[in-house]
């Protein structure tokens, strides 16, 4: 078994599933796959200036975007041999895509299932080890990972795959890394475990603090007694302990969420971080839309409680 991607290989291909976020689509235009892995290669270029890892040595194997799913994703095989599937996070944005990710969000925080998405999810983790499984230099070995909501179509992934008839033939899931991701409605961990999944969570960041499992101590602001929503995997906390606090305002709240500040948490700021279009707090629409998402983050809000 080949090495297993580093943290900074992680972050990198968070940042690249972001890139269908930096062409600026309106409402009713789908870039072509063409424009999809130019805008890839044109970030993996930068990535690797950034970073010193030698991202351009990479292969996209797969990238499929249905918008109207709230689905992007992108799939690598590294210099490593490693398979690294990428799911892109919620874009704040009054476009097709951006209002079916924050839609997906709202279920998920709801405890219902984005079906269709979830459907893309696993479709695309499938067709990624297909894909990948007759390319040279390819070691065999399938990671998954995402922040935000990618993370949580990480997760899903890794569920899906954790079966080994789900995988491709000859392809192994080896595990993954995710960041910033709630847990999955009706997920029990101890009922379905999966081994070689870490889920990175900082203090302060609402939407990851947002499960069933979360360590003793933490700044949980799930309510006891609900169904499991378990991440997917060992929770590992990162950022500073008594970041959490009910009075955050909303910007605090998504200032300790953003992959940005993950990456500084890890040591790896010398990341690129490529800004999902348009910034959150570009349009009053953005703004609307991160504190319609914070109010659902307060469970008494959320479940009439308060």
Known sequence: MGASPTTTEYLIADNLAYTEGTLHEATSTIPTRAQLISDLQHNMAIEQ????????????????FHPKDGFFGVSFLTDKGNLIIAYEGTEIANTTYGNATIAADAQILLHQTPTQLFSDVRAFAHSSEVAAKGMAGFNGNAYVTGQSLGAINAQEAAIYLNDPGNNASGVHFAGGVTFA?????GYSAKANPVANMIDYVDYGDAVGNYASNMPAGTGNNYIPGLEPMDHVGTVVMIGQPGSWSYTNTPAEYFAYHVLSHDADDMGCSNVYYVEPSPPFTASSFAQETVDYLFSL?????LFGLG
Request: proline fraction near 12%.
């Open 181 to 185: 991701g709630t847990g999955i409605p």
């Open 49 to 64: 200036q950034s970073t010193g890892v030698p991202v351009t040595s990479w292969t996209i194997v797969d990238v499929q």
């Open 297 to 301: 983050m307060h469970p008494q809000d």
